[in-house]
């Protein structure tokens, strides 16, 4: 029997990206970092919007993809696969 809880937390950080050209259906260029289409398998993923002047993430309903607009000061909190089922 486990006797200590199992913790985990990941940070990643992607820099800025040409915003238009990856939603576009344009190659992005070679130096942009970022993922394709997914869930977040983790409870929940944080995403700090501090100077953005740009989406910072898409998110898919009814419509297709729908980019998030930025609130300055604003932290987007995702609800990921392990707390909506």
């Keep these: 029997a486990?006797?200590?809880?199992?913790?985990?937390?990941?940070?990643?950080?992607?820099?800025?990206?040409?915003?238009?050209?990856?939603?576009?259906?344009?190659e992005a260029s070679a130096d942009q970092m970022g993922i394709g289409a997914h869930t977040d398998f983790e409870?929940?993923?944080?995403?700090?919007?501090?100077?953005?002047?740009?989406?910072?993430?898409?998110?898919y309903a009814e419509n297709g993809w729908t980019a998030v607009p930025p609130i300055e000061g604003g932290l987007v909190v995702n609800v990921g696969d392990m707390l909506a089922r």
């Design 2 to 26: 486990r006797t200590t809880p199992m913790n985990s937390m990941n940070c990643v950080h992607y820099p800025p990206l040409n915003h238009f050209a990856a939603t576009s259906g344009e």
């Design 43 to 59: 409870a929940f993923t944080l995403l700090n919007q501090h100077g953005a002047k740009e989406a910072c993430l898409d998110v």
